[in-house]
């Protein structure tokens, strides 16, 4: 039901936030427990983006099972939302839920 997401602590000079992240893997409990009644509803809450991150979350780590994943957060706030790593690759996942859509360039 809850996935513990693990902060990705590189050996830097930064000073990084180190709890861990909490999501509720189930985005229809989440809605359910929040109320959110329809896709219209969904959009004008303030629970979307963690609604979204949840739903990117999950798929992506499914379809790459066997990597290990983690958070990154700095206490300045940089932050990145899911860091993927298998062995020496790692890869980084950033998820923005937006009413609009924007090309990345």
Same mark, same amino acid.
């Given at each position: 039901?809850? +996935?513990?997401?693990?902060?990705?602590?590189?050996?830097?000079?930064?000073?990084?936030?180190?709890?861990?992240?909490?999501?509720?893997?189930?985005?229809?409990?989440?809605?359910?427990?929040? +109320?959110?009644?329809?896709?219209?509803?969904?959009?004008?809450?303030?629970?979307?983006?963690?609604?979204?991150?949840?739903?990117?979350?999950?798929?992506?780590?499914?379809?790459?099972?066997?990597?290990? =994943?983690?958070?990154?957060?700095?206490?300045?706030?940089?932050?990145?939302?899911?860091?993927?790593?298998?062995?020496? +690759?790692?890869? =980084?996942?950033?998820?923005?839920?937006?009413?609009?859509?924007?090309? =990345?360039?």
């Amino acid at each position: 039901m809850l +996935r513990i997401l693990p902060p990705f602590t590189p050996n830097i000079g930064k000073r990084l936030v180190k709890s861990p992240k909490i999501y509720l893997r189930d985005t229809g409990i989440l809605h359910a427990l929040l +109320r959110i009644d329809s896709f219209d509803d969904l959009l004008g809450h303030p629970a979307l983006g963690a609604s979204w991150e949840t739903v990117v979350l999950e798929n992506v780590m499914a379809a790459l099972s066997g990597w290990d =994943a983690f958070f990154y957060r700095t206490a300045a706030g940089a932050e990145i939302d899911l860091v993927l790593t298998r062995g020496k +690759r790692k890869l =980084a996942v950033e998820c923005k839920a937006s009413a609009a859509y924007s090309a =990345a360039n």
